[in-house]
């Protein structure tokens, strides 16, 4: 089946830092959607992408749908605190159980005051 | 506002009991999904439902089984809980049509 490569697995770094993140996939998705998990919640979306090249801002968060339709990345400006949590990306496309999520294996992110 | 709810939020059960896990949604949403995470890790698919009386099993295999009688309620059950069954299970609806999933809070199961 589809899956997709999300990298990094985790990540340590200094609040006010940069961020990025990205999945890759073999094959194609129609749309893109970002998720963030906090300790002990279920995962929130975040950011959603429904075209090919699209760039898409969330306040400090902006991802990108490339242009391939076979990945995507987050970035996330100035880290904070509690941007800690596990990020997912995952693919979707149309119809039957080929509509479901594919999600990636996930991002750890952690942040030092 | 999520409008999707998982009770219990805790469990702590002894080897062999019967459980199940309840999940709600009131947003009208004809799928619905039941996955499992252990700590910090991957979210696996173990079931899924495109509405009343359809359910599917997942990518990952599970000994636990779901129904769909009502839009708004996907309740999983294991028969005979077991060490192997700690995990945190997370139901997640969408309506037809669109894109991306409602996540509940999560049901965090231990068995002693």
């Known amino acids: 089946g589809q899956q997709l490569n999300q990298s990094p697995q985790s990540m340590f770094i200094q609040e006010g830092e940069d961020v990025s993140m990205n999945c890759t996939s073999s094959s194609i998705f129609n749309t893109w959607l970002w998720y963030k998990q906090d300790p002990g919640e279920g995962p929130v979306l975040l950011i959603a992408?429904?075209?090919?090249?699209e760039l898409t801002s969330n306040g400090r968060l902006t991802a990108q749908f490339g242009i391939t339709r076979k990945d995507s990345f987050l970035n996330i400006s100035a880290s904070i605190p509690s941007d800690v949590g596990i990020y997912f990306c995952a693919g979707q496309n149309y119809g039957g159980s080929q509509g479901n999520l594919i999600f990636g294996k996930g991002t750890k992110l952690s942040v030092k005051p | 506002e999520a409008d999707i709810y998982q009770t219990p939020r805790y469990l702590v059960i002894g080897t062999g009991k019967k459980i199940t896990l309840e999940c709600s949604q009131t947003m009208g949403h004809d799928k619905m999904y039941w996955y499992q995470q252990d700590p910090g890790m991957e979210l696996h698919l173990i079931h899924y439902s495109y509405g009343v009386n359809s359910t599917e099993k997942g990518d990952l295999s599970s000994e636990s089984t779901v129904s769909r009688i009502r839009t708004e309620h996907f309740p999983l059950t294991l028969e005979s809980a077991r060490p192997s069954h700690t995990s945190q299970y997370l139901c997640?609806?969408?309506?037809?049509?669109?894109?991306?999933?409602?996540f509940g809070s999560g049901t965090r199961l231990t068995v002693v």
């Open positions: 997640a609806s969408s309506p037809r049509g669109a894109f991306g999933y409602t």
């Open positions: 992408l429904y075209k090919a090249g």
